[in-house]
């Protein structure tokens, strides 16, 4: 809640000064700025100030969203569409890669140096992509000076409708996920009793979503969406977790190792082919359209979408499989209406992929 609330002031923030000081000297003000965000919370939590570990972990949610999305929507203003449709997989896979490496460096450096020194060396890795973003200033995009002094969030007023349903799609796949999620922990918890027995089994299942993932980004990602069209793509993943409900949440709820199955292939494909997809949907809008439609989307939206169903199944404390499992169908038919709206409002606006 406290990440939410702080990110609708970074955002609004970032979208005041990105007409002023431009994408580069943005992302290097809100990196440099999480370190020190990060430092000073650790350093008020390590002299005894508790409360100050949820602006650590509100700053971790923060940086992650903002950093990473306006990073793609600088690549997706840069490069060409058939440039876009082979990076978007290799640019996925190298994400993966780098949280695997991470994970098994902070596992290892946690057992030998501590968790502390772990977090330091993670200070220096942020630091170290802001370095690395800045170099690419010198990349010329064609622009206007009006378009320059425009403010991104403005920008997207003319194509609002096309912004909310990409906004739709991106609440509603957070829903489906979210709900996987729940019915694979209802059943891990009655199967699976033992702490250490559940540690391994989850280090296991996080292990082949990553698999699975750097999978379709090296391999499916850079095939499909160039020869496959983003339409059918789009309509593809929702019908895919259709059956998956239907056969693995639904016939096949009995078995700890089918739904586990089903929730590392949706997990998967959410990581990997719908974000690439979702990508391609930016380009056809102009380079400040792209700034202003991520942060409502992408920042905003996701973060919110995945807040919202965790409170609402909190709330209600939803356990019943058959009950999770209808309100995964209403979102899934509602996700796919919103991707007919999407294209016919693509159409309507001529923002045709090309």
Not at 178 to 184: C, G, K, N, P, Y
Not at 208 to 232: C, E, H, S, W
Request: proline share 2%; charged share 15%.
């Amino acid at each position: 809640f406290i990440a939410i609330c702080v990110l609708i002031v970074i955002i609004f923030i970032s979208n005041k000064l990105q007409s002023k000081i431009g994408i580069h000297k943005l992302y290097a003000f809100w990196g440099i700025g999480t370190i020190v965000s990060l430092m000073g919370f650790h350093y008020l939590h390590s002299i005894g100030i508790k409360p100050m570990a949820y602006g650590l972990f509100a700053t971790k949610e923060i940086y992650i969203v903002l950093l990473i999305h306006l990073c793609l929507a600088f690549t997706n203003s840069y490069f060409s569409i058939e440039q876009l449709k082979r990076l978007f997989g290799p640019l996925g896979a190298a994400g993966s890669i780098g949280g695997i490496i991470g994970g098994q460096m902070t596992s290892s450096l946690a057992k030998s140096q501590g968790t502390d020194f772990v977090f330091y060396i993670s200070q220096v890795l942020i630091f170290l992509a802001v370095v690395c973003f800045y170099q690419t200033r010198f990349a010329k995009i064609e622009t206007t000076e009006k378009e320059e002094k425009k403010e991104p969030l403005k920008s997207v007023k003319g194509i609002g409708k096309y912004v909310a349903l990409i906004a739709s799609i991106v609440a509603l796949t957070q829903f489906v996920i979210f709900i996987a999620d729940l019915q694979f922990n209802i059943i891990f918890e009655k199967v699976v009793t033992s702490k250490d027995l559940r540690t391994s089994y989850l280090g296991e299942i996080f292990s082949y979503t990553n698999m699975g993932t750097l999978f379709f980004q090296l391999i499916i990602i850079p095939y499909a969406l160039v020869r496959v069209d983003i339409k059918k793509i789009f309509y593809f993943v929702p019908v895919l977790y259709l059956i998956l409900i239907l056969g693995g949440l639904g016939l096949g709820a009995g078995s700890l190792f089918v739904v586990a199955a089903v929730f590392v292939l949706m997990k998967a494909i959410d990581y990997s082919l719908f974000s690439s997809a979702k990508e391609v949907m930016y380009h056809p809008l102009s380079r400040l359209q792209k700034y202003g439609a991520k942060y409502i989307t992408d920042m905003f939206v996701y973060r919110l979408s995945k807040a919202l169903i965790s409170f609402v199944m909190s709330f209600y404390a939803a356990k019943e499989l058959g009950f999770l499992n209808t309100v995964q169908l209403v979102c899934l038919g509602l996700w796919i209406i919103c991707i007919y709206l999407l294209f016919k409002e693509q159409k309507n606006k001529n923002l045709i992929e090309k």
